[in-house]
T-cell receptor
């Protein structure tokens, strides 16, 4: 079956512009995560969604970042007024249930470059 | 707070040599532990995971890892490295009460012929 897909694969934007990143999870996966991976760094948790529960936004670095998910389908991560420090690879992952005992399946990521 | 430490930023091994990548975690109870591999331009792929039971777990591509509670470690091993193993390796922990994964900063593996 299809894995997690993300689009676009690469995005170059000018400082101050808004960007929208998309994630299509594996069908049936109730949990969806967003991570940020800066060059040479590990993964930084941003936000996760589990079913119809309120999302855990504790990892969002500022109010310029927001994310939405419709039911158990596609999710969109929006970064407003982008800054150069937002340049990173943004990874999306989905799993059957949240964290415990079930692996996360990762998408290939979106490489964001803010000029 | 939970954390994961991968002390080795970069490791170089010869093809056919054995490999051990270190991972230490900080957590009060027994965590769930994972190793992921990230090849260039690819997403993360799960190599293996530990939840409970046998402390030596086998994964894909000939990898194994051993959970040592006394050392708070979950080191990844492979007896004979192949050139295709060159990649970035991440250790991760998820608490058995929480829903967040905590990733280490990764170890970059270079394999020389």
């Amino acid at each position: 079956g299809a894995g997690v897909s993300q689009s676009p694969s690469n995005k170059v934007t000018e400082k101050g512009k808004d960007v929208e990143l998309r994630c299509d999870p594996i069908s049936g996966h109730t949990a969806l995560y967003w991570y940020r991976q800066r060059l040479g760094q590990g993964l930084e948790f941003l936000i996760y969604f589990q079913g119809n529960s309120a999302p855990d936004k504790s990892g969002l670095p500022s109010d310029r970042f927001s994310a939405e998910r419709t039911g158990e389908s596609v999710s969109t991560l929006t970064i407003q007024r982008t800054q150069q420090e937002d340049s990173a690879v943004y990874l999306c992952a989905s799993s059957l249930v949240t964290g415990q005992g079930y692996e996360q399946y990762f998408g290939p990521g979106t490489r964001l470059t803010v000029t | 707070a939970q954390s994961v430490t991968q002390p080795d930023i970069h490791i170089t091994v010869s093809e056919g040599a054995s490999l051990e990548l270190r991972c230490n975690y900080s957590y009060g109870a027994t965590p769930y532990l994972f190793w992921y591999v990230q090849s260039p331009g690819q997403g993360l792929q799960l190599l293996l995971k530990y939840f409970s039971g046998d402390t030596l777990v086998q994964g894909i591509k000939g990898f194994e890892a051993e959970f040592k509670r006394s050392q708070s470690s979950f080191n990844l091993r492979k007896p004979s490295v192949h050139w295709s193993d060159a990649a970035e390796y991440f250790c991760a922990v998820v608490t058995n009460t929480g829903n967040q994964f905590y990733f280490g900063t990764g170890t970059s593996l270079t394999v020389i012929p």
